[in-house]
């Protein structure tokens, strides 16, 4: 159901701090994805780690998927624009996100699984964001909860913008999920062109945008497809400004920065080299099992 809401206005824009093209990398079993936000940025978008956008209709680029892998010490959110991913883990968890769904995994203190296409042609598209987790929370229980389309808010302003809540609140709609550590912000906001968009943003969250069709323009700074966006972090704005050069869809993502010590190896994101150490030797006695 599309909620029908009012615009929220911005006073003052943030300002595009600089443009980035990201890096096409294989994962997985050789799936071509595009890292947009890599390993280097982590502390400038923090508590943002990882941010990958794939996208292919030849079966040959995703067939293989992500068989078993570990992961500890923060989530993974994984958003669907088409094609259907299956989900499943050691912790007993399965799941099946398809079109326009989410998969939300807290992988805590440690949990195995995999992620395996459930088709051999068509379109395959969609993201996989990595939010790190409060050092209190990093070895948490594993948590896993899947989000079909019809589940996740959106609505629809007068402008002809058409927004989906994955986390957080827009324009009074709260999202999926929500999380106190970092309150996450992830819109996938779709504009008609000439369409503006305006979202409030805390003083202090760090925040960035993905253009994956058409073309933005923020504070005067065009944004082309394909293409991420870091906003600046300037002190009197209220939030971000965003208008459709052409007819656009993007991700909007704003979190509140942790400021603790990232120590990642791999599918492993700790505080300490220590922590790290230990995360590799407990996966490899077996004690991401249950």
Do not use: C
Not at 6 to 14: C, N, W
Not at 117 to 133: H, I, R, S, V
Not at 225 to 239: H, P, T, V, Y
Request: aromatic letters at 8%.
């Amino acid at each position: 159901m599309i909620q029908q809401t009012a615009s929220q206005p911005v006073t003052k824009t943030r300002g595009v701090e600089r443009v980035l093209g990201g890096q096409f990398v294989m994962d997985g079993a050789g799936v071509k994805i595009n890292r947009v936000l890599t390993q280097p940025l982590q502390r400038r978008l923090d508590p943002f780690l990882m941010l990958d956008a794939f996208g292919s209709d030849k079966a040959g680029d995703y067939i293989a998927g992500f068989p078993e892998h570990p992961h500890r010490g923060f989530e993974t959110v994984t958003y669907m624009l088409a094609g259907r991913m299956r989900h499943r883990d050691s912790a007993g968890n399965e799941g099946l996100v398809t079109n326009g769904g989410v998969q939300w995994m807290t992988a805590g203190r440690g949990v195995i699984h995999s992620e395996m296409p459930e088709q051999d042609e068509g379109l395959m598209e969609g993201f996989q964001l990595w939010l790190n987790l409060p050092a209190r929370d990093k070895m948490s229980a594993p948590w896993y909860r899947d989000i079909p389309t019809e589940e996740v808010p959106r609505f629809a302003l007068a402008s002809g913008a058409l927004v989906q809540v994955i986390a957080g609140s827009s324009h009074g709609v709260d999202g999926a999920v929500q999380r106190a550590g970092t309150e996450p912000l992830y819109l996938d906001i779709d504009l008609p062109a000439g369409a503006v968009f305006e979202q409030p943003l805390p003083a202090g969250h760090n925040a960035f945008l993905y253009v994956f069709r058409g073309e933005v323009v923020v504070e005067g700074k065009g944004v082309p497809q394909a293409r991420m966006a870091i906003l600046d972090n300037a002190k009197d704005a209220d939030g971000v400004r965003i208008k459709a050069a052409e007819p656009a869809r993007l991700l909007l993502i704003a979190g509140r920065p942790l400021n603790e010590p990232i120590a990642q190896y791999g599918p492993f994101v700790m505080n300490t080299q220590a922590e790290v150490f230990q995360a590799v030797e407990d996966f490899r006695a077996g004690r991401f099992a249950a």
